[in-house]
């Protein structure tokens, strides 16, 4: 064949429908049933209960978009979420209304504890650093419950355990069950519900939270943060019980008090009756003693009180003797006093008159004294030393040359009468 003949060979036309119908044949004949894991990103579920994400690449550079229809979502035991490390197992197929690639989900599991245990210590280290944790938010469980409340699920054997601990050790305990699921993705709404309705109905005095044991993906359910913090949150004392000694989750941190196993939390939280028991025997004993020896502190104040009431008539004859002696005591006070009076009345008598003598002979003394003094400035005593008292014609007193003139009248009173004088010469001091 020549090359113009090949130039007419054509190649065999699809119908769109055809081809992807085909090729959607061919990846189910190549591949089947496959396992892929991946990280969750875009994960949504509808209403109707199917679930649409994609599967990533953990570094980006690849993706597939999947479905997981409602009868395989409804196993789930866990909640997914965007980040989620999984792994799925599906079909592949090609959706053909828009000839997309798609893998069809039947399963969906965590992949592996090691990204759990990643997302537990990152949710841990978040909750402490809010004090979900704090040793002193811890409150210390009655010390004698009468009626304890268990959350757990109704056919778990946690329930079981609790149950036959309590009645082998507190069969005076009474159990109130408040029933969740305990694994899978409805266990966590559940969990936080049942603490909330017992915290409500408050009818029990301490909570155990409780399940068996089982592997990290089976506790799962209480590492959620919604039932940390609803243990956390709870008014009533909590005890966590879950899984066996070496199991630990989130609730058991944020608990009051952390148990190893279900029937251990059940011994913690409720006493041992024989305990109980030889308790009250001792404490009975203890009130018994007491109660003896306040009645025989009683009888011997009684008898006392008994031999003093026998012979009232020594009382008597002592509160005479006590009379007497006051009476004597007042009869000999009340002269004594009355001379003491006396003798302060005299004392006091002879110093008011002396008293009195001197200071009558002070006053005369000053008497005397303003007396002389009064005399020494006596206006006639000067005149009878030979002094003149000069005043002009109105009556004014003249102590200058100054008031007077050559021609003037002036009066001179002496000591024995009164001389007019006319001024002849007026010479003052410097010029005499």
């Known amino acids: 064949m020549d090359d113009a003949s090949l130039r007419f060979v054509q190649p065999q036309v699809w119908e769109v429908a055809g081809l992807v119908q085909a090729v959607g044949d061919a990846l ?3 591949f089947g049933a496959v396992a892929v894991r991946g990280e969750l990103a875009g994960f949504s579920r509808a209403a109707s209960g199917h679930c649409y994400f994609t599967l990533k690449a953990p570094d980006g550079t690849a993706a597939l978009r999947c479905a997981m229809f409602r009868r395989a979502a409804s196993l789930l035991d866990f909640m997914p979420a965007d980040g989620h490390a999984v792994e799925v197992r599906g079909r592949l197929a090609l959706y053909e209304p828009r000839g997309e690639l798609q893998l069809v989900v039947e399963a969906m599991r965590r992949a592996g504890a090691g990204a759990l ?29 009468r009626r304890l409340g268990v959350v757990t699920s109704l056919a778990a054997a946690a329930l079981r355990d609790v149950a036959t601990a309590l009645a082998r050790r507190a069969p005076h305990v009474e159990l109130i069950v408040y029933p969740a699921l305990v694994q899978g993705a409805e266990a966590p709404a559940a969990l936080a519900a049942a603490i909330a309705t017992a915290n409500r109905r408050a009818e029990v005095d301490a909570l155990i939270v409780c399940r068996g044991g089982g592997s990290l993906e089976d506790l799962w359910a209480f590492n959620d943060e919604r039932v940390v913090r609803a243990v956390a949150g709870s008014a009533l004392p909590v005890v966590c019980g879950v899984g066996h000694e070496t199991d630990v989750t989130l609730a058991d941190f944020a608990a009051d008090l952390r148990a190893p196993t279900p029937t251990a939390a059940a011994e913690l939280a409720a006493p041992q009756r024989e305990g109980c028991l030889a308790a009250l025997v001792h404490q009975g004993d203890l009130m018994r003693q007491r109660s003896l020896r306040r009645l025989d502190r009683e009888a011997q104040r009684l008898d006392h009180l008994a031999l003093r009431l026998a012979r009232p008539g020594d009382a008597l004859h002592r509160q005479r003797q006590r009379l007497a002696l006051l009476a004597q005591r007042h009869v000999q006070a009340l002269p004594a006093a009355l001379r003491a009076q006396a003798d302060a009345l005299q004392r006091l008598e002879a110093r008011l008159g002396g008293a009195s003598q001197a200071q009558r002979s002070a006053q005369a003394q000053r008497l005397a004294l303003v007396e002389a003094r009064l005399r020494s400035l006596d206006p006639q005593q000067v005149l009878s030393r030979g002094y003149a008292w000069l005043s002009d014609d109105s009556g004014r007193a003249l102590t200058s040359v100054q008031q007077v003139a050559v021609g003037a009248t002036v009066q001179a009173r002496l000591r024995d009468g009164r001389v007019q004088a006319r001024v002849t010469d007026v010479a003052p001091q410097g010029d005499a």
């Open 28 to 30: 189910q004949s190549r």
């Open 117 to 145: 245990m990643e997302q537990f210590l990152r949710l841990k280290a978040r909750l402490a650093a809010e004090g979900l944790f704090d040793v002193a938010r811890k409150r210390p469980l009655p010390a004698y419950p």
